[in-house]
T-cell receptor
Framework: LAKTTQPISMDSYEGQEVNITCSHN???????ITWYQQFPSQGPRFIIQ???TKVTNEVASLFIPADRKSSTLSLPRVSLSDTAVYYC???????????FGSGTQLTVLP | NAGVTQTPKFQVLKTGQSMTLQCAQD?????MYWYRQDPGMGLRLIYY???????DKGEVPNGYNVSRLNKREFSLRLESAAPSQTSVYFC????????????FGEGSRLTVL
């Protein structure tokens, strides 16, 4: 199972773009990269998933270089409500194989 | 549009007591999961059920039992609660195949004294 490494915490200011990078050096050919967001006292919520290059949805973009050994979650123009823990997961075949690490605590400051 | 519903949301137990956490999903998902989350840590998989009638151990199954009652419901039972089981428990569901999206409940906060 691919192990992921993320920064423990990041600070940003409202209106800025935030990029959170996840390292997954032993990612397998069939693995997808998935990001979740968790607010205090809530369950994690799916943000975005990708396999290669770039994926964009209404809340975030996911950049994956050609070697797929890392990925970057990009949150445009963050607000205070984006303060949360962000988890990077790598896996395929079954959600049971996904491992949640400690995640990245993003704090958005006014 | 309830999604994944967990009960109870809060529970305090004494060491040695038993209890069952209930989980139900209304998205017709085949797979369901129980996780626990301890302070400052990510979620760890306790048990999962790939489909109705099947259950398998996850990363930290000791001290727990599960029942997949039907396609909608997946319960987690603590037969003899221990202080080390103080945690927040999350139930989740997903489609059976692929690294698809996990849908989580709001969590159940359990304290064992």
């Amino acid at each position: 199972l691919a192990k992921t490494t993320q920064p423990i915490s990041m600070d940003s200011y409202e209106g800025q773009e935030v990029n959170i990078t996840c390292s997954h050096n032993n990612i397998a050919t069939n693995d997808y990269i998935t990001w979740y967001q968790q607010f205090p006292s809530q369950g994690p919520r799916f943000i975005i998933q990708g396999y290669k290059t770039k994926v964009t949805n209404e809340v975030a973009s996911l950049f994956i270089p050609a070697d797929r050994k890392s990925s970057t979650l990009s949150l445009p123009r963050v607000s205070l409500s984006d303060t949360a823990v962000y988890y990077c997961l790598v896996g395929s075949g079954s959600a049971r194989q996904l491992t949640f690490g400690s995640g990245t605590q993003l704090t958005v400051l006014p | 549009n309830a999604g994944v519903t967990q009960t109870p949301k809060f529970q305090v137990l004494k060491t040695g007591q038993s209890m069952t956490l209930q989980c139900a999903q209304d998205m017709n998902h085949n797979s369901m999961y129980w996780y626990r989350q301890d302070p400052g840590m990510g979620l760890r998989l306790i048990y999962y059920s790939a489909s109705e009638g099947t259950t398998d151990k996850g990363e930290v199954p000791n001290g727990y039992n599960v029942s997949r009652l039907n396609k909608r419901e997946f319960s987690l039972r603590l037969e003899s609660a221990a202080p080390s089981q103080t945690s927040v428990y999350f139930c989740a569901s997903s489609e059976a195949r692929g690294a698809g999206e996990l849908f989580f409940g709001e969590g159940s906060r359990l304290t064992v004294l």
